[in-house]
């Protein structure tokens, strides 16, 4: 028996079987997700939004979450009027899908109902006009577009490489890097969100008020007072306390038991 024949007997009787195994519980692990979801759909529908918020969780305890199960979850929250709650889930949505108005608009509904109003440190327009230009796709979506330009990009560099006329190098080498530079931002803006995602730097104040102090002991002096459903940002953390900073930029240290991560 040749190499060739050992190679294709190896793919039939190994390879497939497994592909075809893995295919069928990846199949069967979807239909347990869409069946939880579609139970947990079916409670909220009837009002049961603490059943439906255990049974969202189930969900995400599985290792599945989606902006979907997020924004569900918050509006159950928001249902039971736990306000906090709703906020943390409304930002949880968010991260996963950016630029969905529905999410932003009921998250801003939440944010009108928490006790602290406060001011928006101003921010320099480039950056706020770049930070925005990035959220207007998911991770996922940048990626896409990202592997797309560099597919297009290569392409035309082969077009390049083997045109003999001067005016279609010329004009194809441009195109070359036009799609190249397109795919490297696609990609930038892909891992940022990623990064954003994952580095868990944000969190939500959970505890009804909570005394910010200068240092992280009980004896530190008070600097200011925050309440539950606060946005905060992580900068530092030493035991049980986090250095924390809030949106006009004012900053101190609170336990972290106060506070839920994002």
């Known amino acids: 028996m040749n190499n060739t024949s050992k190679h294709i007997k190896l793919y039939k009787t190994i390879i497939i079987p497994i ?3 893995f295919l069928i519980l990846a199949s069967g692990k979807a239909q347990n997700y869409s069946e939880l979801f579609n139970s947990a759909n079916e409670l909220y529908k009837k009002g049961q939004y603490d059943t439906a918020i255990n049974v969202y969780k189930k969900i995400i305890e599985k290792g599945y979450e989606s902006a979907d ?15 906090p709650k709703a906020i943390l889930y409304y930002e949880k949505a968010l991260l996963l899908r950016p630029n969905d108005e529905e ?9 009108t109902m928490i006790v602290d109003k406060i001011n928006v ?3 320099f327009f480039l950056k706020r006009f770049w930070r925005d230009f990035q959220k207007l ?6 990626a896409i577009f990202s592997l797309s330009f560099f597919i297009i990009a290569l392409i ?8 003999k006329t001067l005016f279609i190098k010329k004009t194809f080498f441009y195109f070359f890097v036009i799609f190249f530079i397109f795919s490297a931002i696609s990609f930038s803006n892909s891992y940022n969100q990623k990064v954003n995602i994952e580095k868990k730097d944000t969190a939500i104040i959970m505890a009804g008020s909570v005394t910010v102090k200068s240092s992280p002991d009980d004896n530190g002096t008070e600097l200011f007072v925050i ?5 905060v940002w992580l900068i530092d953390e ?11 930029g004012n900053k101190g240290w609170i336990k972290k038991d106060d506070l839920e991560l994002i």
């Open 19 to 21: 592909l075809g195994l």
């Open 69 to 83: 199960i997020y924004y569900n979850i918050a509006n159950a929250y928001y249902k039971t009027r736990n306000i």
């Open 103 to 111: 999410i932003k608009y009921n998250l801003q509904l939440a944010q």
């Open 121 to 123: 440190l101003p921010e």
């Open 137 to 142: 796709l998911s991770s996922n979506s940048w």
């Open 156 to 163: 035309t560099f082969i077009i390049y490489l083997f045109s």
């Open 227 to 231: 309440h539950e459903g606060t946005k």
């Open 238 to 248: 030493l035991g049980e306390w986090v250095n924390i900073k809030i949106a006009d």
